[in-house]
């Protein structure tokens, strides 16, 4: 299934060497079946995957929440693929 993540704070970035980027949010709703919950990825080669890149590092260095966009796709370990990132620039009370 497709849709939003909820916002969380991102635990980890990472570049892989397979040709995508990987991203640990610690959310509570993730509309995939995927099994890993938390992980999410997006290959370069695909539109946009660099400009969600430099997003996510942004976020992360300003401490700012974010939420993906999840396609459906799983892959072997279980991460869910993501199309779409939006940072939330004002904080939750």
């Not at 959310?27 to 099994?35: W, Y």
């Not at 300003?62 to 459906?72: D, L």
Request: aromatic share 10%; proline share 2%; hydrophobic share 30%.
């Amino acid at each position: 299934m497709s849709g939003w993540t909820d916002y969380a704070y991102i635990e980890e970035l990472t570049q892989s060497s397979h040709g995508r980027f990987l991203v640990k949010l610690k959310v509570s709703k993730n509309p995939t079946r995927c099994k890993n919950k938390e992980m999410f990825y997006r290959a370069y080669r695909m539109p946009g995957a660099q400009h969600m890149y430099v997003k996510l590092e942004n976020a992360m260095e300003s401490g700012k929440k974010v939420r993906v966009h999840v396609t459906g796709r799983c892959e072997l370990n279980g991460y869910s693929e993501i199309s779409s990132v939006t940072i939330l620039e004002k904080k939750i009370i």
